[in-house]
């Protein structure tokens, strides 16, 4: 069942018309929104399935452009004069029935006269509207969207329920899975924990290194000591002393065994 009727006369802004009703189906799924063209299936008939969807709608959606009440019927008169116009009777209906009726005015189109309006008619002069413009369409439609959704608690539930989805695909898109959802996994090969003798730190502790383009990192508590990587006849090993709590310290062993044999 359509919560949502769009209704249009053909010859005033049936174009917008039909934006709104894709981006309402869009947002919403198409068998919640009700688009004659669209919603109508072959062989079926016109007149009845018109007047079961405006009776099992929520809300409709008058779309009124700026000759809105000067298209005219086959026999010359303004269409919204004749009965038989069926975008006349889809809103008699609704009306009738104390169906929620939102006139769309487009562009420069103003509020209808009710002077202008048959008599049963005229209660859509009354009714509060929503503006569209051309040239705020994205947003527009995003706002009457927006509005349903709060109007309408069925609209409203699917519009949090494809808010959350989203929201969730993009958590999952900004971080890597792993054992612990709170921490990114790191490769095997890029964590290691080596003792003194090879990479390791001065004290002797088991200390964790994540290797980057730049060198390991270490993130254990004792000091960082670096393989050989320095200018030189490479006979010194270099080292750095402290953690990245203070200050960090770099010298060369071979430099300060010298200068003791000096004293």
Known sequence: MPQVFVNYRTG?????ATMIAREL??????????????SIELGHRFPAELV??????DALLAV??????????ADGRPAVESERDWTRREIETALDRGILVIPVLVGKATRIDPAVLPDDLRELADCQYRRFDHRNADAD???????????LPELGAVDRDARASREAAEARSHKTPGR?????????RDVEQRVRG???????????????PQGPVNTGRGHQYNAPHFEGDNTGVQFTAGD??????????????????ER
Do not use: K
């Not at 439609?141 to 709060?150: E, K, N, P």
């Open 180 to 188: 612990d959802s709170g921490h990114t996994r790191m490769r095997a």
């Open 198 to 212: 090879g990479i390791g730190n001065l004290n002797g502790d088991l200390g964790t290194f994540v290797s980057e």
């Open 244 to 261: 990245n709590s203070g200050t960090v310290h770099q010298r060369f062993e071979r430099e300060r065994r010298r200068s003791d044999d």
């Open 25 to 38: 189906s869009r947002r919403f799924g198409g068998e919640r929104i009700f688009f004659a063209s669209n």
């Open 64 to 73: 009124i452009g700026p000759r809105w009440t000067e298209v005219r019927g």
């Open 52 to 57: 079961r969807a405006v009776e099992e709608c």
């Open 12 to 16: 005033d802004e049936e174009s917008v």
């Open 141 to 151: 439609l995003t706002s009457l969207g927006t509005s349903l959704a709060r109007l």
